[in-house]
């Protein structure tokens, strides 16, 4: 190992298992603990025993409700006056909207302006009757939403809450994968969690928590394979830019994980795969006929992982016990039909 590596694998991490316990005592009683389902269809067709943490059933349809609670729930009298800004595609923009919303405290949210109509809709709607609240749109293919994020933030002395590089983002993320191994641990041990790639927010805290309760649990990480940035930031020992990808995974088209997730995912992250919008999409149909599920296209790569007819041998997973986040559910029922109808199509 070189210097600079074992620099690296010696650093302390941005989390710890500890704030993961602590994050989910804040959410509990304000945050979903949302089902686990199973399926002997789905058992058959892979060859595993699969276990799926239904968080497109969580507070605002996504998972992203945790890691913004918990963030927002740790603000001092002060930042709650002068309020929370956030950059989002869709999903952590409603969870910070709603999160404030339930804490009393003003939020700007800057988003795309090709956002899916429905993220834009409920965002605009958690913030109905919280003075100082507002949505922004801005270009996604030629602006840059951080530096939109930062600037507002220094004019308002709003405080910035990133939609993944965060460590009270990222701990309340984790809790996740804490609910699932306790949900499963009657049955016995997982051997493999599917986890979503965008920013890295959520398979960071829940390689943490999976890893400390489970330290032979094996941690994979799904991404599209238009957006590969992770799958290449691992393969290169650094964080890889990419330009913005053309998936229908909106959630997941972010150009580069983060300064705090990487190293999390670089040590307890096994390996990353990707998954097609073609195979996405199949999941999706899967889990509208045999689970009565509406999955978005990103909350589906787990699922599109296992299904898929290569990776399942590459993430080993015939003949284990697997667990599955399905991040989030939030799609325009249009864009929804039109997806299952015609399948993947040209973001």
């Known amino acids: 190992m070189n210097p600079a590596a074992a620099e690296a694998a010696a650093a302390p991490l941005a989390i710890h298992f500890d704030d993961i316990s602590a994050a989910a005592q804040r959410l509990q009683g304000v945050a979903h603990r949302t089902p686990v389902l199973t399926s002997s269809t789905l058992d058959a067709l892979t060859g595993a025993q699969v276990f799926l943490k239904c968080e497109n059933l969580q507070r605002m349809g996504a998972f992203k409700f945790r890691g913004a609670y918990n963030a927002l729930a740790r603000f001092s009298p002060e930042q709650r006056r002068a309020g929370v800004i956030a950059f989002s595609s869709g999903n952590h923009a409603q969870a910070?909207?709603?999160?404030?919303?339930?804490?009393?405290?003003?939020?700007?949210?800057?988003?795309?302006q090709d956002s899916p109509t429905a993220k834009l809709?409920?965002?605009?709607?958690?913030?109905?009757?919280?003075?100082?609240?507002?949505?922004?749109?801005?270009?996604?293919?030629?602006?840059?939403?951080?530096?939109?994020?930062?600037?507002i933030a220094a004019e308002r002395g709003m405080t910035l809450i990133p939609p993944y590089d965060h460590p009270d983002v990222m701990a309340g993320q984790g809790t996740a994968a804490l609910e699932l191994l306790q949900q499963t641990a009657e049955s016995g041990p997982l051997d493999l969690l599917l986890v979503c790639v965008g920013g890295g927010g959520l398979v960071s805290g829940c390689a943490v928590a999976a890893r400390h309760l489970n330290p032979a649990l094996r941690v994979v990480g799904v991404e599209p394979e238009a957006g590969n940035d992770v799958q290449q930031s691992?393969?290169?020992?650094?964080?890889?830019?990419?330009?913005?990808?053309?998936?229908?995974?909106?959630g997941a088209q972010t150009q580069h994980?983060?300064?705090?997730?990487?190293?999390?995912?670089?040590?307890?992250?096994?390996?990353?795969v990707t998954v097609s919008d073609a195979q996405l999409v199949q999941a999706m149909r899967f889990a509208a006929e045999r689970l009565k599920q509406v999955i978005e296209p990103t909350g589906a790569l787990g699922l599109a992982a296992l299904m898929s007819g290569r990776a399942p041998d590459r993430v080993k997973a015939r003949g284990q016990r697997v667990g599955v986040i399905v991040s989030g559910g939030n799609i325009d029922i249009a864009r929804y039909a039109a997806l299952l109808a015609d399948g993947a199509s040209a973001p």
């Open 96 to 112: 910070i909207a709603l999160s404030a919303r339930l804490l009393g405290m003003p939020s700007v949210i800057v988003m795309p």
């Open 121 to 151: 809709a409920a965002t605009r709607g958690y913030q109905q009757g919280q003075p100082g609240s507002e949505v922004l749109l801005y270009d996604r293919y030629t602006e840059d939403r951080e530096a939109i994020g930062r600037r």
């Open 234 to 250: 691992l393969a290169q020992g650094r964080v890889v830019h990419i330009d913005t990808p053309r998936t229908i995974a909106d």
């Open 257 to 272: 994980c983060g300064a705090l997730t990487f190293p999390v995912i670089q040590r307890l992250v096994d390996s990353i």
